[in-house]
């Protein structure tokens, strides 16, 4: 007759939160048996285990060890699942010279040896699934995530160990959010925040409120990916009815499509037989015996059945080796003489439980002197509500392996990690471009026809009297102008910085050179008249030729000229205009894209590095200057019997076109007003000045 051994198992029957003990119960019973049908395992001795419920629920759950504890006989050990509980009774475990082994606790607050001096598990901790998500961050190139967890310790260490690893890894968490019972908040803060990856950690029935709220907020598709933990049931989505969720199983469907899950992997990758002669195939047929053949899906726990069978043949094998350790020291003790103050037998189990290794059904079984277990990473992806093996991350090794071909997504390409900004360079529409430059075209043409015409009849005497030489230089003037249109639409998307530089001061100095020589000529004009009639005063007769002569006024426009070269030569060499980005607006969730990009209008425009103040006003003061006086001695014109040439009404036409360069900054963002505003005017001044010109010379 074989002495019995006593161990007391704490399974999640019933409650809320993980029901796992449903699968892992009959797991560990299965593994007794093997266990006692071994010859070779515990020889003389029979395996026992008294188990009840804890509900995963903690008071539950340290209440059944108290029980266990304080009613006979003595328990070697304890079987555990669920982390809230597993922590309660590890905590305490060890003063009544007890080892707690989870078969189902992943909470990484138990790897703490100071904290829970006796614990081990089977279980992989929570940490080994950040390791894989901090891979598939880096892959994907996602440097931000945000995270959404429910309140409890198991969750909230998981999430510290992540946000430490995302840290290291230079990963910012943008927004984390954590809820009791209720996620609708939760997730609501989580679209506010624009949250794109996002790293989701809760219970099951937690998971379903959560992603019914997903549908309801629309936090799915090509411009959102959720992680979440992959110990769930495979059709654990469909629950909805009996947890009392407000969404049918098609709307919950289409909310984790494309989602990923991490797990460990709690079977064997292949059919190695374990130790106890079983491989995984075999285990299943025999498991599913044992759940009276109904669907796994429908079963809580069966992802963890093998973890709660190689922890009875780990307990089993430590004890076998206990006896060994024993019988070496010659302490001629058993095992059933084992109570809660026998420090002897516990060391050299607790030793024993310590260096064990074998094969199990769920793979490699070793511990380390954390008490925790590394196996692989099992990546999974759901697609039209099934579960896809997509990759697998070793934890010992720091590799993965991942199927790209299996990998899909909801857009064209993986989502982006935020709102990707892009900038969409306004250009001046082709239209209204190639318009402005015919009309300029026609204009430049017109102005050398004003310019033949002048050449051909310039010893004609009302021609001659006008200063044929002053009219051509305003026509090339006026020319000049017409050619800035050209310049001022071009298209910049395709220059380089250096060519859009060039660009920038050439029209700046076309322009400059264009109206001066065109008004320089105007104002040479008038000033000869003004001293005309001034003389006139006090003589009878005056020539016009004794009054200036011809070179004086193109001296005067040369100075015009040189004053100019001089402010635009000093602006170029101190403060030269390159080109900058004028950002219209802010984008807005509205103009966001599906695929989470946002096109933000940018305009490029001539610019200094300083602000060319004082060139600006420098430049508009002289040549303000000049046409405030010109338009004074044209007014004063009025009062005297002389005729007033039309250079006076072509010079009130350049003001008011001078007084635009104003407005067109006020609109500087609105690229095709600019433009269509800057080209009619000089096309305006242009056109009129020859008209006011020219066409009194041919009538």
Same mark, same amino acid.
């Given at each position: 007759?074989?002495?019995? $051994?006593?161990?007391?198992?704490?399974?999640?029957?019933?409650?809320?939160?993980?029901?796992?003990?449903? !699968?892992?119960?009959?797991?560990? %019973?299965?593994?007794?048996?093997?266990?006692?049908?071994?010859?070779?395992?515990?020889?003389?001795?029979? $395996?026992?285990?008294?188990?009840?419920?804890?509900?995963?629920?903690?008071?539950?759950?340290?209440?059944?060890?108290?029980?266990?504890?304080?009613?006979?006989?003595?328990?070697?050990?304890?079987?555990?699942?669920?982390?809230?509980?597993?922590?309660?009774?590890?905590?305490?475990?060890?003063?009544?010279?007890?080892?707690?082994?989870?078969?189902?606790?992943?909470?990484?607050?138990?790897?703490?040896?100071?904290?829970?001096?006796?614990?081990?598990? @089977?279980?992989?901790?929570?940490?080994?699934?950040?390791?894989?998500?901090?891979?598939?961050?880096?892959?994907?190139?996602?440097?931000?995530?945000?995270?959404?967890?429910?309140?409890?310790?198991?969750?909230?260490?998981?999430?510290?160990?992540?946000? /430490?690893?995302?840290?290291?890894?230079?990963?910012?968490?943008?927004?984390?959010?954590?809820?009791?019972?209720?996620?609708?908040?939760?997730?609501?803060?989580?679209?506010?925040?624009?949250?794109?990856?996002?790293?989701?950690?809760?219970?099951?029935?937690?998971?379903?409120?959560? +992603?019914?709220?997903?549908?309801?907020?629309?936090?799915?598709?090509?411009?959102?990916?959720?992680?979440?933990?992959?110990?769930?049931?495979?059709?654990?989505?469909?629950?909805?009815?009996?947890?009392?969720?407000?969404? @049918?199983?098609?709307?919950?469907?289409?909310?984790?499509?494309?989602?990923?899950?991490?797990?460990?992997?709690?079977? *064997?990758?292949?059919?190695?037989?374990? +130790?106890?002669?079983?491989?995984?195939?075999?285990?299943?047929?025999?498991?599913?015996? /044992?759940?009276?053949?109904?669907?796994? =899906?429908? @079963?809580?726990?069966?992802?963890?059945?093998?973890?709660?069978?190689?922890?009875?043949?780990?307990?089993?094998?430590? %004890?076998?080796?206990?006896?060994?350790?024993?019988?070496?020291?010659?302490?001629?003790?058993?095992?059933?003489?084992?109570?809660?103050?026998?420090?002897?037998?516990?060391?050299?189990?607790?030793?024993?439980?310590?260096?064990?290794?074998?094969?199990?059904?769920?793979?490699?079984?070793? +511990?380390?002197?954390?008490?925790?277990?590394?196996?692989?990473?099992?990546?999974?992806?759901?697609?039209?509500?099934?579960?896809?093996?997509?990759?697998?991350?070793?934890?010992?090794?720091?590799?993965?392996?991942?199927?790209?071909?299996?990998?899909?997504?909801?857009?064209?390409?993986?989502?982006?990690?935020?709102?990707? &900004?892009?900038?969409?360079?306004?250009?001046?529409?082709?239209?209204?471009?190639?318009?402005?430059? #015919? #009309?300029?075209?026609?204009?430049?043409?017109?102005?050398?026809?004003?310019?033949?015409?002048?050449?051909? =009849?310039?010893?004609?005497?009302?021609?001659?009297?006008?200063?044929?030489?002053?009219?051509?230089?305003?026509?090339?003037?006026?020319?000049?102008?017409? *050619?800035?249109?050209?310049?001022?639409?071009?298209?910049?998307?395709?220059?380089?910085?250096?060519?859009?530089?060039?660009?920038?001061?050439?029209?700046?100095?076309?322009?400059?050179?264009?109206?001066?020589?065109?008004?320089?000529?105007?104002?040479?004009?008038?000033?000869?008249?003004?001293?005309?009639?001034?003389?006139?005063?006090?003589?009878?007769?005056?020539?016009?030729?004794?009054?200036?002569?011809?070179?004086?006024?193109?001296?005067?426009?040369?100075?015009?000229?040189?004053?100019? &070269?001089?402010?635009?030569?000093?602006?170029? $060499?101190?403060?030269?205009?390159?080109?900058?980005?004028?950002?219209?607006?802010?984008?807005?969730?509205? *103009?966001?894209?599906?695929?989470?990009?946002? !096109?933000?209008?940018?305009?490029?425009?001539?610019?200094?590095?300083?602000?060319?103040?004082?060139?600006?006003? +420098?430049?508009?003061?002289?040549?303000? *200057?000049?046409?405030?006086? @010109?338009?004074?001695?044209?007014?004063?014109?009025?009062?005297?019997?002389?005729?007033?040439? #039309?250079?006076?009404?072509?010079?009130?036409?350049?003001?008011?076109?001078?007084?635009?360069?104003?407005?067109?900054?006020?609109?500087?963002?609105?690229?095709?007003?600019?433009?269509?505003?800057? #080209?009619?005017?000089?096309?305006?001044?242009?056109?009129?000045?020859?008209?006011?010109?020219?066409?009194? /010379?041919?009538?």
């Amino acid at each position: 007759e074989k002495t019995q $051994l006593y161990i007391g198992g704490i399974f999640p029957m019933t409650g809320g939160g993980w029901s796992g003990g449903q !699968a892992c119960l009959p797991a560990a %019973l299965m593994a007794l048996q093997d266990v006692n049908y071994r010859e070779d395992i515990l020889p003389g001795y029979h $395996l026992n285990m008294i188990h009840n419920d804890s509900e995963c629920n903690p008071g539950i759950g340290t209440n059944v060890m108290y029980r266990l504890i304080y009613h006979p006989p003595p328990k070697l050990m304890l079987l555990t699942g669920c982390s809230s509980v597993s922590t309660h009774i590890a905590e305490a475990a060890y003063m009544w010279n007890l080892m707690v082994l989870a078969y189902g606790s992943s909470s990484p607050a138990l790897s703490d040896r100071k904290r829970f001096r006796t614990f081990f598990r @089977t279980h992989p901790s929570a940490v080994l699934h950040n390791q894989a998500r901090i891979r598939m961050f880096q892959y994907y190139q996602w440097s931000k995530i945000s995270i959404i967890q429910e309140t409890q310790e198991v969750f909230t260490s998981t999430i510290e160990d992540l946000e /430490k690893r995302a840290k290291e890894a230079n990963i910012t968490i943008a927004t984390r959010q954590s809820f009791l019972s209720d996620p609708t908040n939760a997730v609501r803060s989580l679209k506010r925040q624009d949250a794109r990856i996002i790293v989701g950690v809760f219970y099951e029935d937690m998971a379903l409120k959560v +992603f019914c709220q997903v549908y309801k907020e629309k936090m799915y598709g090509n411009r959102h990916v959720w992680f979440i933990i992959g110990w769930y049931p495979d059709n654990w989505y469909q629950k909805v009815e009996e947890n009392d969720v407000n969404c @049918t199983v098609d709307q919950m469907r289409e909310a984790l499509q494309g989602h990923f899950t991490t797990e460990m992997t709690m079977r *064997s990758l292949d059919d190695t037989p374990s +130790f106890s002669g079983l491989n995984v195939s075999q285990f299943d047929e025999e498991l599913l015996i /044992k759940l009276n053949n109904s669907d796994p =899906n429908d @079963t809580p726990g069966y992802p963890e059945a093998p973890l709660a069978y190689d922890a009875v043949w780990a307990l089993a094998l430590a %004890l076998n080796q206990t006896i060994t350790r024993l019988t070496e020291k010659g302490v001629n003790v058993g095992l059933d003489k084992f109570t809660y103050d026998n420090s002897t037998i516990f060391r050299e189990f607790y030793r024993a439980m310590d260096s064990t290794s074998f094969q199990g059904v769920s793979g490699p079984v070793q +511990f380390l002197s954390t008490g925790d277990r590394l196996t692989l990473t099992q990546i999974e992806q759901m697609w039209d509500g099934r579960y896809y093996k997509i990759g697998y991350y070793d934890n010992k090794n720091n590799n993965w392996t991942l199927n790209h071909s299996i990998v899909r997504w909801n857009g064209p390409h993986p989502p982006y990690d935020r709102t990707l &900004v892009v900038e969409d360079l306004r250009l001046v529409s082709m239209e209204l471009y190639v318009g402005m430059c #015919s #009309s300029a075209l026609v204009a430049m043409l017109a102005a050398f026809g004003c310019l033949v015409f002048n050449v051909l =009849n310039r010893n004609v005497r009302y021609i001659t009297m006008s200063q044929p030489g002053l009219n051509n230089i305003a026509v090339l003037g006026c020319i000049t102008c017409l *050619s800035c249109i050209f310049l001022f639409g071009l298209d910049n998307s395709s220059l380089s910085e250096d060519q859009f530089t060039a660009i920038c001061q050439a029209r700046t100095w076309v322009l400059v050179v264009g109206f001066t020589l065109a008004v320089g000529s105007m104002f040479s004009k008038i000033w000869r008249v003004h001293r005309l009639t001034t003389r006139a005063r006090e003589e009878d007769k005056v020539q016009f030729s004794d009054v200036v002569e011809a070179w004086k006024l193109y001296a005067l426009l040369g100075l015009f000229l040189a004053v100019d &070269v001089i402010i635009m030569t000093v602006w170029q $060499l101190t403060n030269p205009m390159t080109r900058y980005a004028l950002q219209i607006t802010c984008h807005s969730q509205s *103009s966001i894209s599906m695929l989470g990009v946002a !096109a933000v209008p940018n305009v490029t425009y001539c610019g200094s590095k300083c602000i060319a103040a004082g060139q600006y006003l +420098f430049l508009y003061t002289c040549h303000g *200057s000049g046409l405030l006086r @010109t338009v004074a001695r044209a007014w004063h014109w009025k009062a005297n019997p002389y005729p007033a040439p #039309s250079a006076c009404t072509y010079l009130y036409t350049w003001v008011l076109c001078l007084i635009t360069a104003p407005v067109t900054i006020l609109i500087s963002s609105q690229q095709d007003a600019t433009f269509a505003f800057t #080209s009619l005017a000089i096309l305006f001044c242009t056109v009129i000045t020859l008209g006011l010109i020219f066409i009194p /010379k041919v009538q």
